[in-house]
């Protein structure tokens, strides 16, 4: 049997494979087996009475958990398997963090760590506060620019038209302890990029993949560049064929405005605005290519996308303004062919 998302196989212990065990309970436990060849073949092992007196008190010491440590005796040898439990807190391996991905190990570092000791505390990378700024220092017109659409679109009362942006705020959850938080920097300041590396839009037009004939960047808060990147989409960069009916003129464009505008609101609402590069959105003369620097959720595959599956954003705090503000929907659907 082939080493897998939760099983890894060693000939012989060393004290570094505490990073493996480390690597299982951060992510979705696993088992660490002592005395099998890379192909799960049995070779036995050593000093199997020390190590089944030191295994327990140095996972537990080091690593702080407890792990179930037992032998399985054999005609072919002893071996050793030391079964861990998921962890809901981070575990560290004398300040390293390692993670089980797939059949290997990885050792967060930067953004990727930061992202998972804020969900293992419960937390999303936009739901973070920010200090030294004020909600004077964010945009008064987008503040009326989401109520007005809120109300259009039902999902805000009408009451909210007299709301302050300190009331609109704590209503979205974007306020915390007299700070507002990252999501509400992207989502209502005039220059998000002050705070955010690479939060923009790239647009380019490209007659093969090593032409680009002409671009454009996309600016300001997300509100705005949704907004703008729609219009220059439409306008600029593709074609619309023109009919009449009567004596009005009706325009058809290339691609449906509707799959434009989500597939757009797709790449902004699950960013991963931490790594710094902006969403690109390449356009050729048969097809648009929108690219963001982001990942599925750990435990999920291209199939969970191509069925009927729950809403998962990657920056919930922006997907519920965008709720609100008619954007986007709150239940995912799925991508289906006809």
Not at 123 to 130: L, M, T
Not at 306 to 332: C, K, M, T
Request: glycine fraction near 8%; include cysteine.
């Amino acid at each position: 049997m082939q080493e897998t998302q939760n099983i890894e196989y060693k000939s012989i212990w060393r004290d570094g494979y505490l990073r493996w065990i480390c690597g299982f309970a951060n992510a979705q436990g696993g088992t660490l087996i002592i005395g099998k060849d890379d192909n799960g073949k049995i070779i036995g092992v050593k000093n199997v009475k020390k190590l089944l007196e030191d295994l327990p008190n140095k996972i537990t010491t080091i690593l702080g958990i407890v792990a179930a440590v037992d032998l399985h005796e054999t005609p072919k040898g002893d071996y050793i398997e030391i079964a861990v439990e998921p962890q809901p807190n981070p575990v560290n391996y004398k300040g390293e963090y390692h993670f089980r991905s797939g059949s290997t190990k990885q050792e967060l570092k930067g953004a990727a760590l930061d992202k998972f000791l804020l969900q293992k505390y419960g937390r999303k990378w936009d739901s973070v506060p920010i200090p030294n700024i004020s909600v004077a220092d964010l945009k008064q017109e987008t503040f009326e620019f989401f109520k007005e659409r809120g109300i259009e679109s039902n999902r805000l009362d009408e009451k909210s038209r007299k709301d302050t942006p300190e009331q609109l705020l704590e209503n979205l959850n974007l306020f915390e302890n007299g700070y507002v938080k990252r999501a509400a920097l992207l989502l209502f300041h005039a220059n998000p990029e002050k705070f955010t590396t690479g939060a923009y839009v790239k647009i380019g037009f490209f007659r093969t993949d090593s032409d680009l004939r002409y671009q454009d960047d996309i600016h300001g808060n997300l509100f705005e560049q949704v907004e703008r990147t729609m219009e220059l989409l439409l306008t600029k960069y593709t074609k619309a064929l023109i009919s009449y009916r009567g004596l009005s003129r009706i325009e058809t464009h290339e691609y449906p405005k509707e799959a434009l505008r989500e597939a757009l609101l797709n790449a902004v609402t699950h960013k991963e605005y931490p790594g710094g590069a902006p969403i690109q959105i390449k356009v050729y003369n048969d097809k648009i290519m929108i690219w963001n620097e982001g990942r599925l959720p750990e435990d999920w595959t291209i199939k969970n996308l191509l069925q009927n599956h729950s809403s998962r954003p990657n920056n919930p705090d922006i997907a519920n303004a965008f709720f609100r503000s008619s954007y986007v929907e709150s239940w995912g659907a799925g991508y289906f062919k006809n």
